[in-house]
């Protein structure tokens, strides 16, 4: 039966729970038409019942009635009466519905179904478009959630470099292609001779003409030199002042600068919209803090799964956050309960530590540095003399970047055990501290460049402002450094991928020895793997300045990626013995890829506005600096407009504006300060009144 | 068709694959045809459910005891797990599913038998005793109002309405 009466004794003290105000608002509010999907309706808009509801109802009848014993009806009597009694039903229904529903709400109605179903259908066409959707729907299926964000992580990166490079192609790359071979109609002026020193201008890039070996070739394409420097994928391609289409001028240094700018603030903003997303859906999920035992417990079990290897993955994910959240308790309690002499041990503990993890950062900035400096120095020196000699000397600040950025993470979780955070934290920590040293071995690199550019010891080379004998065109030296980035590091997960991750599979599967078989196959490290494509990320924004075609280049490198992990998380990975929580979650990545952003814009804003812009090639030829070409463009408007800008930029409106935005922020600050105290008051206000409910419900049952 | 929470098509669907199950001699009347817990067992959607027992259990209707399940025991099932069921009903039936003893009440054993079924068949996958008595502690601190060391259904269906996950995880959809 459906509801069977209660026992006398046990629930009678808790009979009246369903009588509570709250429970039958709670009822009514999950059942409610339009709340969900609960409770469906049929073609007259009624509620319809379940068989035994109806059945029920029948029985009921009928014992009242005393015409039928109870028991099992014969097939079609049993649908002829409830058929008749649903007619009564119905009929009751639909005058107690009609009462209510006016023909304008009817209508209303009918639209809004409408209007629902055009834009479901709309939603499905589109989704048809979205790129890889069946196979990060399929990745969802058989690993889980965790690993599917990273795909889907991946496939946003291809979009945006993608769309990167539509920007600068069509805006720089493209009217230059044209106005140099005239279609269209098109001239180009070049830059004007300025008043510059003669040796800065000189720059010869070799070109590579006439008969040259084979591995020239090779040696161009791996790092930028020669033939690929003439390119239009380096910085010292575009010469042109100003192209004109038929009346139309074109002005390119701004073209060039507002470009860059443009890719910036798209960047930016797209990041920014995702990542708020994801932190609205991680503040919800993280205020479960009322019943989340018995949440997880009664209903934890996803009724929906029917593919065996979901199905493990559920069990070990219950298992799991089960597991933590009872480590999780058992800590806080541990903590709470510290003497002051163990606090004082464990807070020394991790002082010491974190001078070991600065000491080791430390180490690997100097060696970045050395490596840098030495390659800069001894790649100019030695011509073809020896091929693999030079090559290695080209890449070796990626190697060493490499290196780095293989080793320090595995000191760092090796450290944490020591100090004695919760599971949570530490993971926290351990990532914050990866994602530290990949970003910064990276803003090594370039201040490493930048220090043997800027090195100026003869007054010839002060006059030019940089390193002239060095660096005739010093942007494209640092474009061919990020394109030498960029290419190793695809190389290197295209090389582990082929010799650690399949021997490794093909060792485990054909080769029984202990040792092997406890190695095991490799798990599908989610961190890692997100930390090594925001590297990525972040060089190729900080190239695209220097190398205008680095975002092709980084949307095909990236598509490739997707298959090869794709393909090695199949074939080769085991599924995740620990589901981590922390680092698979979105916003996480989104807020490291904002970091990545917002470390790109410091060495670019130093390139544009600070160091001298080199005299013999590229579009800022005729100016000081890169950024000079906004002021020399502004200087060309309306007087008003003129004034009105310099009115904008001047400090008589920013120390304003500045202080403005401060008082907004603090204002808003002060009220996610005073919203939090309002919820924590609600919540132990909450937390009183079920303690009184049970109070008052123990002194009726007393009563009685 | 209006009498369960399925529509049309999904009780078309139901029969289709109830009669599937039956050897072919007896799919003509598959509306009087009881089929043994083994075929039901050998569903997609209940293969991989850690409470496909007790699922066969609470919802089939035999006299003799064997868990097999007629049609409308079938249909039953399909209408309390789809998603037009109310929330009253599901919390009612997974009091009943989730009682192993099937005494009336939640007790420390269904519990702890509920979350080993939660977390998995097979030694490594099961909670520590002092992990699982801190588990079934919190839980009953939590539900349990009347501090009998039970939760019955009252309780039970107290806690769940208060629960988000509740209806959206206690679905099955053919």
């Keep these: 039966e459906v509801f069977p009466p209660e026992e006398a004794g046990a629930a009678a003290p808790v009979g009246f729970l369903q009588q509570l105000p709250s429970y039958q608002t709670a009822l009514r509010r999950r059942n409610a038409p339009g709340a969900g999907t609960q409770g469906r309706r049929n073609r007259w808009g009624q509620l319809v019942c379940t068989t035994q509801t109806v059945r029920t109802v029948l029985s009921l009848q009928r014992l009242q009635a005393g015409s039928v014993a109870p028991g099992p009806v014969a097939c079609c009597e049993k649908v002829f009466l409830v058929f008749s009694n649903y007619i009564l039903i119905l009929r009751d229904l639909q005058q107690a519905d009609t009462k209510y529903l006016s023909g304008w709400k009817q209508w209303k109605r009918a639209s809004n179904k409408s209007l629902k179903k055009v834009l479901n259908e709309v939603k499905e066409l589109s989704s048809y478009l979205e790129l890889w959707r069946h196979d990060i729907h399929s990745i969802e299926g058989k690993f889980g959630t965790g690993i599917q964000s990273y795909f889907s992580f991946l496939r946003f990166l291809v979009l945006l470099n993608f769309i990167m490079f539509i920007l600068m192609f069509s805006f720089v790359t493209f009217p230059s292609i044209i106005s140099k071979y005239g279609i269209f109609n098109s001239t180009f002026a070049k830059i004007p001779p300025q008043n510059t020193e003669p040796h800065c201008t000189v720059y010869t890039p070799s070109g590579n003409k006439g008969l040259i070996y084979f591995y020239t070739y090779l040696k161009d394409l791996l790092s930028g030199t020669g033939l690929l420097e003439v390119t239009s994928l380096f910085y010292g391609y575009y010469t042109i002042h100003t192209a004109w289409f038929g009346i139309l001028s074109y002005n390119l240094p701004l073209a060039y600068l507002l470009a860059t700018f443009a890719y910036l603030a798209l960047s930016f903003i797209w990041i920014i919209k995702r990542s708020v997303e994801g932190f609205k859906q991680n503040l919800v999920h993280d205020e479960d803090q009322f019943q989340s035992y018995c949440n997880k417990v009664f209903a934890g079990w996803d009724f929906c799964i029917t593919d065996p290897n979901a199905a493990r993955l559920k069990h070990r994910s219950l298992q799991y956050e089960l597991q933590t959240d009872l480590e999780e308790e058992r800590l806080k309690q541990k903590i709470a309960d510290r003497t002051v002499k163990e606090k004082l041990r464990i807070y020394s503990l991790r002082i010491f530590i974190n001078i070991i993890v600065i000491a080791v950062l430390s180490g690997c900035f100097y060696s970045i540095y050395t ?41 760092f979780s090796f450290l944490i055990r020591f100090e004695d955070y919760s599971p949570a934290f530490e993971i926290r920590l351990t990532l914050m501290r990866c994602v530290f040293v990949r970003l910064a071995n990276i803003g090594v690199l370039l201040f490493s460049l930048w220090s043997q550019i800027s090195y100026c010891s003869t007054d010839e080379c002060k006059a030019c402002g940089y390193n002239y004998k060095l660096y005739p065109c010093w942007e494209t030296e640092v474009g061919q450094e990020m394109y030498k980035l960029t290419i190793f590091d695809f190389m290197i997960i295209l090389a582990v991928t082929l010799f650690v991750d399949f021997p490794r599979k093909l060792l485990v599967t054909h080769c029984s020895c202990k040792l092997v078989q406890w190695y095991g196959l490799q798990e599908f490290r989610i961190s890692d793997n997100v930390l090594e494509i925001i590297y990525g990320q ?62 790109a814009f410091v060495p670019l804003g130093i390139s544009i506005a600070h160091i001298p812009s080199s005299k013999a090639c590229g ?60 919820v924590e008051q609600l919540r132990e206000q909450l937390v009183l009144e079920s303690r009184d409910k049970l109070f008052l419900i123990r002194k009726i049952t007393e009563a009685q | 068709q209006e009498l369960t929470f399925l529509s049309k098509q999904e009780i078309l669907l139901a029969y289709k694959r109830f009669s599937e199950l039956l050897p072919k001699e007896q799919r003509e009347n598959a509306c009087s045809a009881r089929v043994p817990k083994s075929r039901i067992l050998t569903l997609p959607e209940l293969r991989a459910n850690p409470f496909q027992h007790r699922i066969c259990h609470v919802f ?115």
């Design chain 2, 60 to 174: 089939s209707t035999s006299d003799d005891g064997d868990d097999s399940m007629s049609f409308e025991d079938f249909l039953d099932m399909l209408s309390v797990f789809s998603d037009s069921a109310t929330s009253d009903i599901k919390s009612h039936y997974a009091f009943r599913i989730f009682d192993f003893d099937d005494d009336g009440t939640l007790d420390r054993k269904d519990l702890e038998k509920l979350v080993n079924c939660l977390t998995g068949q097979g030694e490594e996958s099961r909670l520590s005793g002092a992990e699982m008595e801190q588990l079934i502690q919190n839980i009953l601190e939590e539900s349990d109002i009347d501090k009998d060391g039970t939760i019955n259904m009252s309780e039970f269906q107290h806690v769940v309405s208060r629960s988000p996950d509740f209806a959206s995880s206690f679905k099955i959809v053919l």
């Design chain 1, 371 to 411: 490596a840098t400096v030495f390659s800069q120095e001894n790649s100019s020196d030695i011509s073809n003399v020896n091929f693999q000699a030079n090559l290695l000397v080209q890449y070796l600040p990626s190697i060493v970047i490499t290196l780095a950025n293989f080793i320090a993470p595995q000191i």
């Design chain 1, 538 to 599: 972040t060089i190729c924004w900080i190239g695209t300045f220097f190398s205008p075609l680095l975002p092709a280049i980084a949307t095909i490198k990236y598509f490739i990626i997707f298959y090869i992990k794709k393909i090695s998380l199949i074939h080769t990975c085991k599924p995740a013995a620990r589901p981590v929580r922390v680092s698979s979650s979105n916003f996480f990545f989104l807020l490291v890829l904002l970091i990545g952003l917002v470390l």
């Design chain 1, 619 to 678: 579009p800022f030829k005729s100016f000081n600096t890169s950024w000079e070409v906004v002021p020399d463009t502004i200087l060309g408007f309306p007087t008003g407009l003129q004034q009105v800008l310099h009115g904008i930029a001047s400090e008589a409106f920013a120390v304003p504006f500045f202080v403005v935005i401060c008082l907004v922020m603090f204002y808003f600050m002060a009220l996610a300060g005073a919203h939090k105290r309002v």
